[in-house]
């Protein structure tokens, strides 16, 4: 029901942006996040974003090289992953939950990290970092 797209082979210090599209539900009332999984680790909640794209939420690992965004009338969020290093190599992939503050007034916070608050997920893209 979701489709990550964008992944490929980067350089240290380079951008890629990622992109999950969505023909299965219109956005108004869906949160998302996005996750990524390196070889023999566990999947990890790296950012999310509500509903209206006013309130986001990012590890701290990801923090300040990260963004997370969307497009409501494109169906689409996007990660903007800047000065990439070999540790983002990793399979990311993009999740969606029904929307548990359609008013937008509470901040996220680490919560909407987690795995189990997604019933949705999309296949994953493969981003490699080369140093």
């Known amino acids: 029901q979701l489709q990550a797209s964008g992944g490929g082979l980067v350089q240290a210090g380079g951008s890629v942006r990622l992109s999950c599209t969505t023909s299965?539900?219109?956005?108004?009332?869906?949160?998302f996040g996005w996750f990524r999984q390196a070889p023999g680790k566990a999947r990890e909640g790296i950012a999310c974003?509500?509903?209206?794209?006013?309130?986001?939420y990012y590890a701290d690992l990801v923090k300040g090289r990260f963004t997370i965004s969307r497009d409501n009338a494109k169906n689409t969020v996007y990660l903007q992953m800047n000065s990439l290093n070999s540790d983002d190599t990793a399979d990311y992939y993009c999740?969606?939950?029904?929307?548990?503050?359609?008013?937008?007034?509470?901040?996220?916070?680490?919560?909407?990290?987690?795995?189990?608050?997604?019933?949705?997920w999309g296949q994953g893209t493969k981003v490699t970092v080369s140093s």
């Open positions: 999740a969606a939950g029904w929307t548990r503050d359609p008013s937008g007034r509470t901040a996220l916070s680490s919560p909407c990290l987690a795995t189990d608050r997604y019933p949705y």
């Open positions: 299965a539900f219109t956005l108004d009332y869906v949160d």
């Open positions: 974003i509500n509903n209206s794209g006013s309130r986001k």
